[in-house]
């Protein structure tokens, strides 16, 4: 048993992993997996794979256990290693190296901009800068409207400065009509700002806590969380340790939060003229102080109101303050603005209350509109309807947000909703937007573009390496294709799930979901996509070394592929089948196969996987302890990559082949592969380093 119980630094577990690596090799009677191989049979980035054995970054504990599995572990080496690994977290071993701000999701999240006009709150803030010290946390409570996020924002502008790894911003969402952020995503999105790469990203909600806690502990940050919906949002996203601090808006006390709480009530008369003052002029408002008096009133004395007034006011300074006051005693200061809007703006400022998104770009605008919004989100800016919270998007206060929907008729909001799904259907872009879109076209029963919204949303998921949200998007998928009643589409999203399942280690989900889809697409006649489906099976139960299953798939993707007439696909099915029953001890079966798919090969005439193939079969033979077949079909595909210029496969090879042998040759081959990966900056060369005793 490789036993890791006295593991106390990265270097050490890294070393241990790399002897499990040996050890199923020889259990197998092969080479030991390369990084790309193991990256291949887990989903993850070769580098990734490499900084794990190099023992430069700690795998997340997901990722760590499906290693072991992968490698034949035990199930008392599982838990041994994960006991190890709970130790190193706990002493703050870098889950991902030189994690810093300086991340391409930092300025996503940045704090925004110091509210222009701000006035007033001179008590708050002085009650913040006592609360401050040694607190973990400040809830900053108040009824809508009250100015909670522009104190909020002030002041964090105000402290920045003490805080030496920055600050972030998150919008919480709690007042959002679709729903607040759920606690993991924002977590996922926290930790994404303090640069965790989609790879490291841990999943579920307690590995994330665990590594936010950790970051967050080893820094200075302040972290500004906005609308939080109520305690139970926010509990898991306040440091728990070190010089981090959260300073939370909301408007529900934060009941069972460790937080110091200062709740904010409307503005004091002197504060209210403060306000209006710092936007349209002292002098305006001391020539007229009773007009004044009346805006106050007719505003609540709330910061919300007085700043939109007083930005139509300061657009329109022919306009007296009593005659505007004379305005405001007919409605409120929202519908004065809104009314002094060109018809226009009036058009894309109720586009605001139907659009589901927390926030807005200028493409889903023009949607909206039905022409050109750049001038009318100028306009609605200038009005302090709308702020732009980074370039090219906007956003709505919630209040106003309200107000926005309940001006909109039924039958036009439906049919500005309509719009933005069609057009999402067909042209899906920016992730936050399409999701939020994707949940407004199942709501309005379109199940035809919510199936499309999921399938254009799937590659940019994976990519990005949010596989949490690939899984939900499929399960809407799956949801909307069951409503159409279309197996087709049923299939096509149970195959993309499965996918983002394997990406997760979440394997037996994996295999139900592949088990459906290749039923359906039999059912259905689609013979090729249900082989394919099948070869998938077969791999996900090859990573779980469940090889005599993956030979029951491999028989059957071989059949529908010769039903298809699909060589290539024939070619495929019958290496992966010479592996399966290799591993499965079944000589005879595993050479017919493997000699089966290189003359499969041969006879499509493609050099590249001729070679591929060559190689394959000597990895076959080694397996099955054929040490001269082995040695004669590397030395054949290493001759034809050489040619072919395919440098990797030639390294990788080469790699196989000093394998296989021993003494000066051997130390030749290692060399000559060393040579490539080090050219090309590739994660193997530390295992061929390693065979050298470099």
């Given at each position: 048993m490789v036993d890791p119980s006295g593991v106390s630094t990265l270097d050490e577990l890294a070393g241990l992993l790399r002897d499990l690596r040996r050890r199923h090799a020889r259990r197998v009677g092969s080479s030991p997996l390369t990084f790309g191989e193991l990256a291949a049979r887990t989903g993850w980035p070769g580098a990734a794979v490499g900084e794990y054995f190099a023992g430069r970054a700690l795998a997340p504990a997901e990722r760590l256990d499906a290693l072991l599995r992968l490698l034949g572990a035990s199930r008392a080496e599982c838990g041994a290693f994960a006991s190890a690994r709970s130790r190193l977290a706990a002493l703050d071993v870098a889950v991902a190296p030189a994690l810093t701000l300086a991340s391409p999701h930092a300025d996503e999240h940045e704090l925004p901009a110091a509210p222009a006009y701000f006035a007033g709150r001179a008590g708050a803030i002085a009650r913040l800068d006592r609360m401050l010290p040694g607190a973990r946390a400040v809830f900053v409570g108040g009824d809508a409207g009250v100015g909670k996020t522009a104190l909020a924002v002030h002041y964090g502008h105000r402290i920045a400065g003490r805080f030496p790894d920055g600050a972030l911003f998150l919008d919480l969402r709690g007042s959002d009509p679709t729903?607040?952020?759920?606690?993991?995503?924002?977590?996922?999105?926290?930790?994404?700002?303090?640069?965790?790469?989609?790879?490291?990203?841990?999943?579920?909600?307690?590995?994330?806590?665990?590594?936010?806690?950790?970051?967050?502990?080893?820094?200075?940050?302040?972290?500004?969380?906005?609308?939080?919906?109520?305690?139970?949002?926010?509990?898991?996203?306040?440091?728990?340790?070190?010089?981090?601090?959260?300073?939370?808006?909301?408007?529900?006390?934060?009941?069972?939060?460790?937080?110091?709480?200062?709740?904010?009530?409307?503005?004091?008369?002197?504060?209210?003229?403060?306000?209006?003052?710092?936007?349209?002029?002292?002098?305006?408002?001391?020539?007229?102080?009773?007009?004044?008096?009346?805006?106050?009133?007719?505003?609540?004395?709330?910061?919300?109101?007085?700043?939109?007034?007083?930005?139509?006011?300061?657009?329109?300074?022919?306009?007296?303050?009593?005659?505007?006051?004379?305005?405001?005693?007919?409605?409120?200061?929202?519908?004065?603005?809104?009314?002094?809007?060109?018809?226009?703006?009036?058009?894309?400022?109720?586009?605001?209350?139907?659009?589901?998104?927390?926030?807005?770009?200028?493409?889903?605008?023009?949607?909206?509109?039905?022409?050109?919004?750049?001038?009318?989100?100028?306009?609605?800016?200038?009005?302090?309807?709308?702020?732009?919270?980074?370039?090219?998007?906007?956003?709505?206060?919630?209040?106003?947000?309200?107000?926005?929907?309940?001006?909109?008729?039924?039958?036009?909001?439906?049919?500005?909703?309509?719009?933005?799904?069609?057009?999402?259907?067909?042209?899906?872009?920016?992730?936050?937007?399409?999701?939020?879109?994707?949940?407004?076209?199942?709501?309005?029963?379109?199940?035809?573009?919510?199936?499309?919204?999921?399938?254009?949303?799937?590659?940019?998921?994976?990519?990005?390496?949010?596989?949490?949200?690939?899984?939900?998007?499929?399960?809407?998928?799956?949801?909307?294709?069951?409503?159409?009643?279309?197996?087709?589409?049923?299939?096509?999203?149970?195959?993309?799930?499965?996918?983002?399942?394997?990406?997760?280690?979440?394997?037996?989900?994996?295999?139900?979901?592949?088990?459906?889809?290749?039923?359906?697409?039999?059912?259905?006649?689609?013979?090729?996509?249900?082989?394919?489906?099948?070869?998938?099976?077969?791999?996900?139960?090859?990573?779980?070394?469940?090889?005599?299953?993956?030979?029951?798939?491999?028989?059957?993707?071989?059949?529908?592929?010769?039903r298809a007439g699909d060589r290539p696909g024939q070619a495929s099915a019958r290496a992966a089948a010479a592996w399966h029953y290799a591993q499965a001890g079944r000589a005879a079966e595993a050479v017919a196969h493997g000699e089966g798919a290189l003359a499969l090969r041969r006879e499509l005439g493609d050099p590249h996987e001729t070679a591929a193939a060559l190689a394959h079969l000597g990895r076959v033979h080694a397996a099955l302890g054929d040490r001269e077949r082995s040695v004669e079909r590397y030395r054949e595909a290493l001759e034809r990559f050489t040619e072919l210029g395919d440098r990797l496969d030639e390294a990788e090879t080469a790699t196989r082949l000093g394998d296989a042998l021993d003494g000066a040759p051997a130390i030749g081959l290692w060399r000559r592969a060393l040579a490539i990966y080090e050219r090309t900056d590739h994660p193997a060369a530390s295992a061929v380093a390693a065979r050298l005793g470099l």
């Open positions: 729903g607040p952020l759920p606690a993991a995503e924002a977590l996922r999105t926290l930790l994404a700002a303090l640069g965790v790469e989609p790879p490291d990203m841990p999943l579920g909600l307690v590995a994330r806590t665990g590594m936010y806690r950790g970051l967050t502990a080893r820094r200075g940050v302040l972290i500004v969380l906005d609308d939080a919906a109520d305690a139970a949002q926010v509990r898991l996203l306040v440091p728990a340790a070190g010089d981090s601090v959260a300073l939370v808006t909301g408007r529900h006390g934060p009941a069972g939060l460790d937080a110091e709480e200062l709740t904010l009530d409307v503005l004091d008369r002197t504060e209210a003229r403060a306000v209006l003052a710092a936007r349209i002029g002292a002098e305006r408002t001391a020539a007229e102080p009773a007009a004044v008096d009346r805006i106050i009133a007719a505003c609540g004395r709330r910061p919300m109101a007085l700043t939109v007034f007083s930005a139509r006011a300061a657009l329109h300074p022919e306009v007296s303050l009593a005659a505007a006051a004379d305005a405001l005693a007919e409605r409120t200061a929202f519908a004065w603005s809104y009314d002094l809007l060109s018809p226009s703006a009036r058009r894309l400022f109720r586009g605001f209350g139907a659009h589901p998104g927390p926030d807005l770009g200028e493409p889903d605008a023009t949607i909206l509109l039905g022409q050109s919004s750049v001038d009318m989100l100028n306009e609605l800016a200038r009005a302090q309807l709308v702020a732009e919270s980074r370039p090219g998007r906007y956003t709505m206060h919630a209040l106003l947000r309200e107000h926005a929907a309940a001006g909109t008729p039924d039958t036009e909001r439906a049919g500005l909703q309509d719009r933005l799904v069609a057009h999402h259907a067909a042209h899906a872009a920016g992730h936050r937007t399409a999701l939020a879109v994707l949940g407004l076209a199942m709501r309005r029963g379109r199940y035809g573009d919510a199936w499309r919204i999921a399938e254009a949303l799937d590659g940019p998921l994976d990519a990005a390496g949010r596989w949490d949200e690939r899984i939900a998007v499929q399960e809407i998928a799956i949801q909307a294709a069951e409503r159409l009643g279309d197996p087709a589409l049923l299939a096509r999203a149970q195959r993309a799930q499965s996918a983002a399942y394997l990406r997760t280690g979440q394997h037996e989900a994996a295999l139900l979901r592949l088990r459906e889809a290749a039923d359906r697409f039999q059912a259905r006649g689609e013979v090729s996509a249900a082989a394919a489906c099948r070869q998938d099976l077969a791999a996900v139960l090859e990573s779980m070394a469940r090889f005599v299953e993956a030979i029951v798939h491999d028989e059957l993707a071989l059949a529908l592929f010769r």
